[in-house]
């Protein structure tokens, strides 16, 4: 099988190295062409000038962009990922993405023979290297198990959860979720510790009872009581991602006044923090808030 992979971001990157790594044929782009001219040296790939380049031959074409839109945005044209595409071939579209843009990408690909799934990955970067994401894919189930040993290279669960445009969905629901709690987390932590309680106690106390989250038990020691802040998911993506599940909300008449009110603040965040800001980064909005550092 030839796999091409365009999008060599924090998250592709070692995807990306996984599959080369595992012996597989891999082409790679990406807009700035310097990160995959070095990837392709250090992983022995080829580096593809242009999408349709990196299409040539490709069997499974996997791109991992910031948004759906992003990935639109390389279809069309002469250097387009469809002028490069055999018919057969399947794009595999690893963006944290929008159902709406996916349904229009597999519209622009089917009269060209082009199969489409959207695919969304969960477990950060640190899952990626170890190839323990989680992948939740929306499209034909067939033409998932048709790329299932691709997959398997960066994941150690596939989950097909519906049509194309549902893992887009399944993921902006989890991220809407994973904003709430890193938030709810920030303001309880913050007015523990005014009240005089140290926080680590509290800690072990939370994540041995009902209110634990993957932010009280990971997010908050490893990266805010350290002081840390390790940049690794921009909280950019994670205000995109619960913009996604905000407008879903509303476009199905659900009243969601929690996500949209967490989308806000998101929104407000990226303004004041900056579009390079990880995601944990929002914690310490709040502790200007509240005058007081979580530690
Ligand atoms: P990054 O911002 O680190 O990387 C974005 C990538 O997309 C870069 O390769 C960038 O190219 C490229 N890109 C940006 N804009 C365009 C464009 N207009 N046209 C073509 N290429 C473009 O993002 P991540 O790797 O962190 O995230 C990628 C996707 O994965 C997002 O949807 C995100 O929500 C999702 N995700 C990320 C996780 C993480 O832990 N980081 C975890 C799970 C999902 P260039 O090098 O030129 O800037």
Redo the contacts with the bound molecule.
Sequence with gaps: MNIAF????????PMAARIAAAGLTLTVW????E?AETFAAEHGSRHALTPADAARDADVVIT????SH??Y??LDGPDGLIAGLKRGATLVD????DPATSRKIQAALAPHGVEFIDA??????S??EKGT?TVMVGGDANVLDGVRPVLANFSTKVVHCGGVGAGDTV?AVN?AFLAIHLLSAAEGLATLVKEGVDVTAALEVINASSGRSNSSMNLIPERVLTRAFPR???L???E??IGIAAGLARDNRVPAPVTQLTADLFRVARGELGELADHVEIVKMVEVWAGVEIK
Excluded: M, Y
């Excluded at 969304?120 to 970067?125: A, E, I, L, N, R």
């Design positions: 365009l999008g060599l971001g924090a998250i592709g990157r990406n807009r700035t062409g990160r991992c962009l910031p948004e992003h990935v945005g390389l690893c963006t944290s993405g969304p990955v969960s477990g950060g970067v899952g990626a994401l993921k991220q690794t998911f921009k950019a993506l994670l995109k991602d």
